[in-house]
Nanobody, 122 residues
Framework: QVQLVESGGGLVQAGGSLRLSCAASGRIFSTYAMGWFRQAPGKEREFVAS????????LYADSVKGRFTISRGNAKNTVYLQMNLLKFEDTAVYYC???????????????WGQGTQVTVSP
């Protein structure tokens, strides 16, 4: 069983940066695709970014392209989300997820973290 624990959320002013981390348990982390999703109050959970097991394929939502960077350190069983030029509308609870497929999708992810709050002040 894989367990995911996010960290790194907090309060930041618009234009600032945060780096989220997601630590995974389990011995075969390097075989999973990992991704980030977010959910703002009153809205549905939405895809943010995904990275395949080797780190060679990454995908981003259009709303974060050019500002967010997903990466992974398989030796540390950790996936990261570097968030730059944050906007008020990036405010949400951010979740990491694991998927056996090459791309993480909400419908096929088999493990989710508990979420970390990111709040961007205007």
């Amino acid at each position: 069983q894989v367990q995911l624990v996010e960290s790194g959320g907090g309060l930041v002013q618009a234009g600032g940066s945060l780096r989220l981390s997601c630590a995974a348990s389990g011995r075969i982390f390097s075989t999973y695709a990992m991704g980030w999703f977010r959910q703002a109050p009153g809205k549905e959970r939405e895809f943010v970014a995904s990275i395949n097991w080797s780190g060679t394929t990454v995908l981003y939502a259009d709303s974060v392209k050019g500002r967010f960077t997903i990466s992974r350190g398989n030796a540390k069983n950790t996936v990261y989300l570097q968030m730059n030029l944050l906007k008020f509308e990036d405010t949400a609870v951010y979740y990491c997820a694991a998927d056996h497929n090459g791309v993480v999708a909400a419908t096929t992810a088999f493990a989710w973290g508990q979420g970390t709050q990111v709040t961007v002040s205007p």
